[in-house]
Antibody
C-alpha cells in the first residue's frame, strides 16, 4: 500500500525556517518524481515544488523560489522541503505527492500544518 | 503559467441529481487534466486522470470528458458521500488547479 507521511510542521515566526519531511513506503520511491503542494486555510490547492527521480530536474513556484529548497534521499525513501525566510502567506497545510508518468499526481500524504505568525 | 478556470465555485443539488462541473484551460493541454475530490480535513483523492479515465476503485457514477482547453466532470447520480470540494488540475506544464467547486446537498 502506498503511504506518504509528512512531518516537521509547526508554528514559526516570520523570517524563520522549517524543514518538512515526507516518508514514503509501499512503492519504489527512487523511480518516481515527487512534489510538494500546499493549501492555505480555507483556500485552494497550490503547487510548490517538484523533484525528479535523480534530483537532476527541480522546479519551484515563483512564490517560493529563492526561499524554499526541495531535496530527496532515495536511500531512505524520504522527500524534504527546506523553508527559509518564511512569511505569513506561507501558512498552509503542506502535502507531499507522487507523480506517475501516465496519470500525473496520484497519491497524496495526509499533510502537515505550517503556521507562520508572530 | 497555465490558468485553469473552474465553475461553478459552489453547487447545491439533491441526492440522485446529475451534477456537472466545467474547467477551462488558458491554453491547449491535450488531455493532461485530472479531477480530485477533497473532503474536509482530508487529502485530495484522484478520481479521473487523462481527462476521462476512471481511477481504480472510483465509482462509475463519476466521469470526465474533454480535450484541448475545455473539460467537464460529471456525477450521474449524486450520493450523500459525494459532498466535498472538487478540483481540476492540469499537468501539461507543471501543475495548476482550478479554484474548486464546493458541492453541497440540497
Amino acid at each position: 500500500e502506498v503511504q506518504l507521511v509528512e512531518s516537521g510542521g509547526g508554528l514559526v515566526r516570520p523570517g524563520g525556517s522549517l524543514r518538512l519531511a515526507c516518508a514514503a513506503s509501499g512503492f519504489s520511491f527512487n523511480t518516481y518524481t515527487m512534489t510538494w503542494f500546499r493549501q492555505a486555510p480555507g483556500k485552494g490547492l497550490q503547487w510548490v515544488s517538484s523533484i525528479s527521480r535523480s534530483s537532476s530536474d527541480i522546479n519551484y513556484a515563483d512564490s517560493v523560489k529563492g526561499r524554499f529548497t526541495i531535496s530527496r534521499d532515495n536511500a531512505i525513501n524520504s522527500l524534504y522541503l527546506q523553508m527559509n525566510s518564511l512569511r505569513a502567506e506561507d501558512t498552509a497545510v503542506y502535502y507531499c505527492a507522487r507523480r506517475v508518468p501516465t496519470k500525473g499526481i496520484d497519491y497524496w500524504g495526509l499533510g502537515t500544518l505550517v503556521t507562520v505568525s508572530s | 503559467d497555465i490558468q485553469m478556470t473552474q465553475s461553478p465555485s459552489s453547487l447545491s443539488a439533491s441526492v440522485g441529481d446529475r451534477v456537472t462541473i466545467t474547467c477551462q484551460a488558458s491554453q491547449d493541454i491535450s488531455t493532461f487534466l485530472n479531477w480530485f475530490q477533497q473532503k474536509p480535513g482530508k487529502a485530495p483523492k484522484l478520481l479521473i486522470y487523462d481527462a476521462s479515465k476512471l481511477e481504480t476503485g472510483v465509482p462509475s457514477r463519476f466521469s470526465g470528458s474533454g480535450s484541448g482547453t475545455y473539460f467537464t466532470f460529471t456525477i450521474t447520480s449524486l450520493q450523500p458521500e459525494d459532498i466535498a470540494t472538487y478540483y481540476c488540475q492540469q499537468h501539461y506544464i507543471l501543475y495548476n488547479f482550478g479554484q474548486g467547486t464546493k458541492l453541497e446537498i440540497k
